[in-house]
């Protein structure tokens, strides 16, 4: 079968399962995720052959002479349709039973269906036109998803996330206009071949402008501010796809544009996207460290890994920029290795979040507590997820990130002064992100998980239902396997590596990249490395654990031979038993980060005290605490302020006054009057 059958085949399953959900049929509803499903696995199957090589050319349906709906798909959007492929195959699985208590599923069924097809439309679109359709229905529809609860908090994010998208809209119809304009082509292949004839300066502003109309969806900050609410505000199957795959379209369409169209560009290109990286990692896992909502925390850590693939697109930039080509595969390779680790164990960690907020009925991890003894299964996916994510080995977010480190850190190879600097900065801030990102897990997973109920729902809680706790189980097998096999994953990047613009040839860069399921070797005596040589093995890292852990075991066994183990209660200060009360909360976890990171959490605090008699004799005292979203209050606080106070304005011309509208058609009629000819 051709690979335009097998696409025919797996957007039919989707129209299908979205027509199906309108049913006035209540036990279809209950099945309906089974289409996307088969959907999704179709749609796998036809990436995989994509990244091998195949080529995809369908549904080319001109309009006009300008405008023409057309897909095509080669490696590298088979990659990224990969990514679309597994979460959603999990994610729908685990939907059967998440879903199962919503008043509008067929409504939701739908918006469902319709939103994972709208992100393959994006990644398979051709031409300027099909993008846009399709990039625009897309938000459309997540707007819809976000929404879904209609409350008044989901409203909020949802107005915040469709102004925000739309003013990254703006700016990618503006740089299609530019390309449009020089090159007379709105196709994406016809672009790519005359983009050279591009002036240097236009090639500057389309790529300034592709970092903030891709960058504002992939919430890099500052255009971050939409994502840790609509997050948190969409239900949790919604927040896994969002964060695990619709913010890589961004990733996707700024290294469509900017790497495999214009071809890279100068160094500052790339020195400019390290620093993009580095302030988002940073700041992102800062903030996801401090907030108490375990869906917020887990929609600020994806603004940390935006950045982290993005510290691996930059450094591929610079190394291209100063003629090291080989390099630069591997820095994108890494990067692209992260986009595929963080859409398998956010959408894991996603669906763990949204297990215990379905059981426990609240976000606040300060209400939660001992969820480990009521949800085990739970409570080890998202401990896998977690350890994933912490770039533990063996797990995959390990790889990726040492490979990240590796093409950092051998910027020192680059002729150029600044790439010799920008390039270990952005290492030291990797380090800096990763040991955060340990603490914010810990944290997480320790408050939410271990210890005791802090309230009656959290000691309620019980599992998840069969088909949840089986998506999220896939998942946490392939946090697994993608650590464990990096070969795999390496060969299969390699071949997308070549199919951009700028680079060698697919066996160039595997010779100077090995990878085998037990081995990355990283050697090489040309210039480009200068005969330094690293390596990885992740099978040699589980070995010697597991010979670790026994010879601790036969340690213990030794010593303790012939003692007698005696249980008892946890040091408790002489009072009989402990309590819920007595637990470290989420909020005194990350007091000593806060006193460190102090400049930048701006922390504010309130005391509130109420007397009997003043000032002797005290009723009560109220402490409130908090930070400053500083992004928040110096850009966007006086950004809106700006616009209230001249949309005030304006708004005296609609006062209502029908002799005023009258004037303003005279007005028009003298000026055309005048001007008309």
Not at 91 to 112: A, D, H, P, Q, R
Not at 285 to 306: G, M, P, Q, T
Not at 593 to 614: A, D, G, T
Request: proline share 4%; aromatic share 12%.
């Amino acid at each position: 079968m051709d690979p335009e059958s097998f696409l025919y085949i797996a957007v039919s399953f989707f129209i299908l399962g979205a027509v199906a959900s309108l049913l006035p049929l209540k036990k279809v509803k209950d099945y309906i995720y089974l289409l996307p499903v088969s959907g999704s696995v179709i749609f796998g199957i036809l990436s995989f052959s994509l990244v091998s090589g195949s080529n995809l050319n369908v549904f080319s349906f001109p309009i006009s002479s300008i405008f023409e709906f057309k897909f095509h798909g080669d490696s590298f959007s088979g990659f990224f349709a990969i990514l679309i492929s597994v979460l959603a195959f999990c994610v729908s699985i685990f939907s059967i039973g998440y879903t199962s208590s919503f008043t509008n599923k067929g409504l939701f069924g739908f918006l469902y269906n319709m939103f994972i097809l709208s992100m393959y439309a994006v990644i398979f679109s051709a031409n300027i036109i099909t993008f846009l359709i399709s990039w625009e229905t897309m938000s459309v529809l997540s707007y819809f998803l976000v929404t879904f609860e209609r409350d008044e908090k989901s409203s909020k994010a949802g107005l915040l996330y469709i102004v925000m998208t739309h003013i990254g809209t703006a700016f990618i119809i503006i740089l299609f206009l530019l390309l449009y304009g020089q090159t007379g082509s709105m196709d994406f292949a016809e672009i790519k071949k005359l983009s050279s004839q591009i002036p240097e300066n236009l090639r500057h502003l389309i790529f300034i402008f592709s970092i903030i109309g891709f960058g504002t969806k992939a919430g890099i900050i500052p255009l971050h501010t939409w994502l840790p609410k609509a997050h948190p505000a969409a239900p949790s199957n919604i927040s896994s796809l969002m964060s695990g795959v619709m913010i890589k379209t961004g990733i996707y369409g700024f290294i469509r544009i900017s790497i495999d169209m214009l071809g890279s560009g100068p160094e500052w290109w790339g020195v400019t996207i390290i620093i993009i990286g580095t302030i988002s990692s940073v700041l992102g896992v800062l903030y996801a460290l401090i907030v108490n909502d375990i869906k917020k925390l887990l929609a600020y850590s994806s603004i940390e890994n935006i950045g982290i693939i993005l510290l691996g697109v930059g450094a591929s930039m610079v190394f291209n920029a100063n003629g090291l080509y080989l390099l630069s595969g591997i820095a994108l390779i890494a990067g692209l290795y992260h986009a595929l680790n963080h859409s398998i164990f956010k959408g894991l960690l996603f669906m763990s979040a949204g297990s215990v907020v379905h059981a426990a009925h609240t976000k606040n991890m300060e209400n939660m507590g001992g969820l480990l003894k009521a949800m085990p299964y739970t409570g080890l996916f998202f401990l896998i997820g977690s350890v994933s994510i912490c770039a533990l080995p063996p797990f995959n977010g390990f790889v990726s990130e040492w490979l990240t480190y590796q093409s950092l850190l051998l910027g020192f190879q680059a002729d150029s002064v600044l790439a010799k600097i920008i390039t270990p900065l952005g290492g030291a801030a990797l380090a800096l992100t990763g040991a955060i990102a340990a603490a914010c897990f810990v944290k997480a997973f320790g408050i939410s998980f271990l210890g005791m109920p802090r309230s009656r729902q959290a000691e309620n809680a019980v599992e998840s239902t069969p088909s949840m706790t089986a998506g999220m189980a896939v998942l946490a097998v392939l946090c697994f396997l993608s650590g464990i096999f990096p070969g795999t994953v390496i060969n299969m990047l390699s071949s997308v590596i070549g199919s951009l613009s700028g680079y060698n040839t697919n066996n160039d860069l595997l010779s100077y990249l090995h990878a085998d399921n037990f081995f990355i070797f990283i050697s090489d005596s040309s210039k480009e490395i200068g005969n330094a040589i690293t390596s990885l093995s992740p099978v040699s890292i589980i070995l010697t654990m597991i010979v670790m852990l026994i010879a601790l075991l036969v340690f213990i066994r030794i010593v303790n031979r012939g003692r007698k183990i005696t249980y008892a209660d946890s040091w408790d200060c002489g009072i009989p038993s402990l309590t819920p009360r007595m637990q470290y909360t989420s909020t005194a976890f990350t007091k000593p980060i806060k006193i460190i990171f102090k400049r930048i959490y701006l922390p504010k605090r309130e005391i509130n005290i109420s007397y009997l008699v003043k000032p002797l004799f005290v009723k009560a005292m109220k402490y409130s605490g908090g930070i400053t979203p500083f992004i928040d209050k110096y850009i966007y606080d006086n950004v809106t302020g700006f616009i209230k106070r001249i949309a005030n304005k304006v708004r005296l011309m609609q006062s209502g006054s029908l002799h005023l509208y009258l004037g303003y058609i005279l007005i028009t009629l003298i000026i055309l009057l005048i001007f008309g000819d």
